[in-house]
């Protein structure tokens, strides 16, 4: 039975879900997914206006994922504001959310996994090795519960987006992945559930990342085509502001490989600290 959770639909297991979506398609309508691990902000509520577009009902999932943290990543600190979410999908309309428990998603004995090889290897998976076999697991089971006609991704997490439109594409899921522009903070800053970490003086700091990749989205519009030159200045600033920057790169949109000249449509993605705060931004330098 469905609870009710600060005025939102609330299922715990497959099987409201999947009862839940056979009503629907009974009614004619279309089923939008949005995966997300909570602690809600308003750029979790622009993926479920964008999802909006595309179906009249929309499901969103709230679940931190343990098999996508590493041993010494955050999963125990990560927040988890169950019921201000639950509001907050209330306020956006959203029709159903979906949270079940580690042990519902990995009961006892469970050990299947989903992996995506090439994609996953650079960027983000260089540093975090399982992290991308945790993410494309957990997300097949969201999509096979489901069974939506589409299911939205924000583009800060790009390499996830990319992994995930490839793992449908392979594995022949009729769920359509769809991506949605990165949301920002007044200054520019991408919005994440992590920013809740930095403190004053590294907030004030951190829009640098995005200042950064608009000044190299100008150069290079403008006629620079040396990608090294482009990244050597991306991280100069950056770490002049006080970041540590995990990577920089410049590569092809699709295949996520380093480009070795920028004569065709590229896009810099980079991961920076500040303090505790690993943050992803990234940014087309030619369209």
């Known amino acids: 039975m469905l609870e009710n959770v600060a005025g939102a639909q609330v299922a715990r297991t497959p099987e409201e879900v999947r009862a839940w979506v056979r009503e629907a398609r009974q009614n004619g309508k279309r089923i939008a997914l949005v995966p997300t691990m909570g602690a809600l902000h308003a750029g979790h509520i622009t993926l479920v206006d964008a999802a909006r577009q595309h179906a009249e009902a929309v499901l969103v999932s709230i679940f931190v994922n343990p098999m996508q943290f590493g041993p010494k990543e955050d999963f125990s600190a990560y927040p988890r504001p169950f019921e201000n979410d639950c509001s907050r999908c209330a306020e956006a309309g959203v029709d159903l959310i979906y949270a079940p ?8 004995g469970y050990q299947s996994h989903v992996e995506v090889e090439r994609l996953t290897q650079g960027l983000c998976g260089a540093a975090r090795p399982t992290h991308f076999r945790g993410v494309t697991t957990v997300v097949m089971k969201l999509l096979n519960i489901a069974q ?13 987006l990319q992994a995930l439109k490839r793992m449908a594409l392979d594995l022949d899921h009729p769920t359509q992945i769809l991506g949605a522009p990165i949301a920002r903070e007044s200054d520019g800053l991408a919005m994440s559930s992590r920013n809740v970490y930095l403190t004053a003086d590294e907030r004030a700091a951190a829009p640098v990342i995005v200042r950064s990749l608009r000044a190299a989205q100008a150069q290079v519009q403008a006629g620079e085509r040396d990608p090294k030159l482009v990244v050597a200045q991306l991280v100069a600033a950056m770490t002049a502001a006080g970041g540590r920057v995990d990577y920089t790169e410049i590569v092809d949109p699709e295949t996520l490989q380093p480009v070795a000249t920028l004569d065709r449509p590229t896009r810099a993605i980079v991961a920076t600290w500040f303090g505790r705060a690993r943050l992803l931004d990234n940014m087309d330098l030619l369209p």
């Open 101 to 108: 428990t580690p042990a519902t998603m990995y009961p006892e």
């Open 148 to 160: 939506a006609d589409v299911a939205v991704f924000g583009e800060k997490d790009y390499q996830q």
